[in-house]
């Protein structure tokens, strides 16, 4: 309420001013003025002119009734101040009216007092309607808030003592709201790194700014075998003059959010190895590389150690060990290890380590069961089975947890990978294990690609060895030498060339190229080669001979494409007769070495179904040279076909040396690096026949 000042007091207003209430006026500005028993304004309060608008000066000694009471309420306001003045106290909600003109509506409190003449007048108490309903809702708020947030919220004073807390908080610290008062928070819960926290209070004092999100974590009674993590807000407690008297603190606890983002973090990271995973496991069908490829992944992301292992009867393409053992049991070899401290004893496990696998062994049961296998401390030294690295028990004492997983492809065991971790680290969890069970599945896959690969290459190896020339024979009229190379991915293909006698003295020469690589292509390479030979002999000439091939090709399957050259020497008269089916043209090089690409009819490549064949017939006289390539040797992904013929050209242009030389030198020039395609090269030079 308003306190009574005297004029000497506040020396520049009328004596019968009444000053302001300081810190209520702040939180409910209450209006005071006093009548006489005339009903005549003899006080007049600051706090009454604020809300009301009326100047002291201007409204001392006027009647109360005509300046502030509406004319619709005069009747009421004379009956009121008759009980009044008969010694009644009145309280009730009135209007009153505003310097303005408009109505104020005000909770009311009308007591009988003296006049300056001893007479009864009235003392008026008034409060605006509205700023007592403020007042009331903000109270109901502030008590809704503590009562009923799931939020913990406390006030402490300038000296960081709790001045009030709320059952949320309570519940969060352990300690009851009673036991928090009066006290600092290093006294009530000091295992929340309580001290750092004081000092942001401290700081949101001193600087009056709030501080948002303060993560802080610990054990409170609440919860003793657990750390929590709790999100703290501070904001300073001012009045409304802007002075801090204390401030207000806000906790929510985000334990299971903190673990959700952890464990939201951690998917992300799987979800990140995995697909790493992807693009570094399997970049070469080299077995030994691709399973470097899974110990690096493995290490140091997921487990301290990753030690590869293949069984010796998956290795061997013809499968005779396993025929022979009968079971799964068998030979292991190590393929790739990767250990923390290569000086350790783990260095004597190295790749290229063979060894049996004992019955009962860790590794046998994983490997006959196929299933995937945790091994704590004291199952660890199973890991080791070589007698001969018995220096490594005190390495595995280092260990605190392994797993040893199956390498399981298309229904296959084909051997195992063993991971472990220090003991400093935490063990595998469940999760840990499931990302190192799908990697170590997508590499056991990577594997058996290689497996098979490097099994289809020896198999296509061996048919190409089988299928095309080691030693070209010698016929009347022309010196040979040939070459083949496979890809610079030891993929073998289907490039082949031949020289074949034919009645007459003649000879018949053929390169070709099936599309395509690997075992298949080797065999369509094997069965046109032999349909060449088959078919020359009976005097087949070249176009027709190149129909019956296109035949060949299309009973082969819609799928099967193949180019090819066959050209027929005859000695005694010098001349060759050549057809091509879609391959590159052939070089002809003179004695004196000028280089011509013949450009008679390409024709069109085997399982197209163009059928176009037709010959073309050049001279060769002695020292002249036909030069019959696959476009492996002109073609690569650095340069364009012309290029390819410029430089075949300029190396052809050599062609006084012996022929074995030129074709060495060719192939040098042409082709620097390993070759990025099959390559076949024919080199066919005129000499003079031979009487027969």
């Known amino acids: 309420m308003d306190t009574y000042q005297s004029t000497s007091e506040v020396p520049d207003q009328p004596a019968a001013a009444v000053g302001y209430a300081g810190v ?23 706090a009454a002119q604020d809300l009301l608008g009326h100047r002291p000066e201007d409204i001392l000694g006027r009647p109360g009734s005509a300046v502030l009471v509406p004319d619709a309420n005069r009747e009421l306001a004379d009956q009121l101040t008759r009980r009044v003045q008969a010694g009644e106290t009145v309280i009730g909600t009135l209007p009153v009216r505003h310097r303005d003109g408009h109505r104020v509506p005000m909770e009311m409190w009308i007591v009988p007092a003296a006049d300056p003449q001893g007479r009864t007048g009235a003392l008026l108490v008034a409060v605006e309607t509205s700023a007592v309903l403020h007042m009331r809702d903000s109270l109901a708020a502030l008590q809704s808030l503590f009562t009923q947030s799931p939020i913990g919220l406390a006030t402490l004073g300038p000296d960081l003592r709790f001045l009030r807390v709320n059952d949320a908080l309570a519940r969060m ?39 948002v999100d303060v993560r802080r974590t610990g054990r409170t009674p609440a919860d003793p075998d657990h750390d929590r993590t709790w999100s703290c807000s501070y904001a300073p407690l001012l009045d409304g003059a802007g002075r801090r008297l204390g401030l207000i603190a806000s906790l929510i606890d985000i334990t299971e959010g ?54 010796e009867s998956v290795l061997d393409p013809d499968d005779t060990v396993a025929a022979a053992s009968g079971s799964s049991r068998g030979v292991l070899r190590r393929l790739a290890a990767v250990f923390p401290d290569p000086s350790a004893p783990t260095k004597k496990l190295t790749a290229g380590q063979t060894f049996h696998l004992p ?77 190192i069970d799908e990697l170590v599945a997508r590499a056991a896959l990577n594997i058996d690609n290689a497996r098979m690969f490097t099994t289809q290459r020896a198999a296509a190896l061996t048919l190409q060895r089988s299928l095309t020339n080691s030693a070209l024979p010698q016929v009347n009229g022309l010196e040979l030498t040939g070459r083949y190379l496979p890809a610079s991915d ?32 080797a065999a369509v390479m094997g069965q046109l080669r032999t349909a060449v030979r088959t078919l020359a002999r009976h005097g087949v000439p070249p176009a027709r001979m190149l129909s019956s091939l296109d035949a060949v090709v299309a009973d082969l399957g819609e799928d099967e494409m193949a180019t090819c050259v066959y050209a027929v020497h005859d000695p005694v008269s010098g001349s060759c007769v050549i057809a091509r089916a879609g391959h590159p043209p052939p070089a002809v090089v003179t004695a004196d070495g000028a280089v011509t690409f013949l450009d008679g009819p390409p024709g069109t490549p085997f399982g197209t179904g163009g059928r176009d064949f037709r010959t073309e017939e050049v001279r060769l006289p002695p020292g002249s040279m036909l030069v019959l390539y696959t ?21 052809l242009r050599q062609a006084g040396q012996p022929l074995e030389a030129l074709c060495d030198g060719i192939l040098a020039r042409l082709l620097p690096d390993a070759p990025q395609d099959d390559v076949a090269v024919l080199l066919a030079r005129t000499v003079a026949a031979r009487a027969s």
């Not at 006093?34 to 600051?46: H, K, M, Q």
């Not at 196929?370 to 070589?386: K, Q």
């Open 24 to 46: 209520l006026r702040e939180l409910l500005p209450i209006a005071l003025w006093r009548e006489d028993a005339d009903g005549r304004i003899v006080e007049w309060s600051l």
């Open 173 to 211: 610290n352990g300690v009851s709201a009673a036991e928090h008062i009066g006290k600092r928070l290093t006294e009530v819960v000091p295992g929340v790194n309580a001290a750092a926290l004081e000092a942001t209070m401290r700081q949101v004092l001193d600087r009056g700014t709030a501080v």
């Open 258 to 311: 903190q673990r959700a983002q952890a464990e939201a973090e951690r998917a992300q990271r799987r979800f990140a190895l995995l697909a790493e995973a992807g693009t570094r496991i399997g970049t070469t069908l080299d077995l030994r590389q691709t399973a470097e490829e899974i110990a690096d992944v493995l290490v140091p992301q997921l487990a301290d150690s990753a030690d590869v292992q293949l069984l």
């Open 359 to 435: 019955v009962g062994s860790v590794y046998e049961r994983v490997i006959a069961e196929g299933r995937p296998m945790n091994l704590y401390t004291s199952d660890i030294p199973a890991l080791i089975t070589d007698p001969r690295a018995e220096a490594l028990r005190t390495y595995l004492a280092t260990l605190g947890s392994a797993r040893m997983v199956p390498l399981v492809a298309r229904g296959r065991v084909l051997g195992a990978v063993a991971v472990t971790r220090l003991r400093e680290r935490e063990p595998f969890d469940e999760q840990d294990c499931v990302l």
């Open 490 to 521: 030891h993929d073998v293909g289907g490039d082949w060339f031949d020289v074949i006698r034919l009645p007459g003295g003649r000879t018949g020469l053929v390169i070709g190229d099936v599309m395509g690589h690997g075992i298949h292509a």
């Open 631 to 651: 476009d492996g040797l002109i073609e690569a992904r650095d340069r364009d076909l012309d290029e390819g013929m410029g430089r075949l050209a300029q190396a």
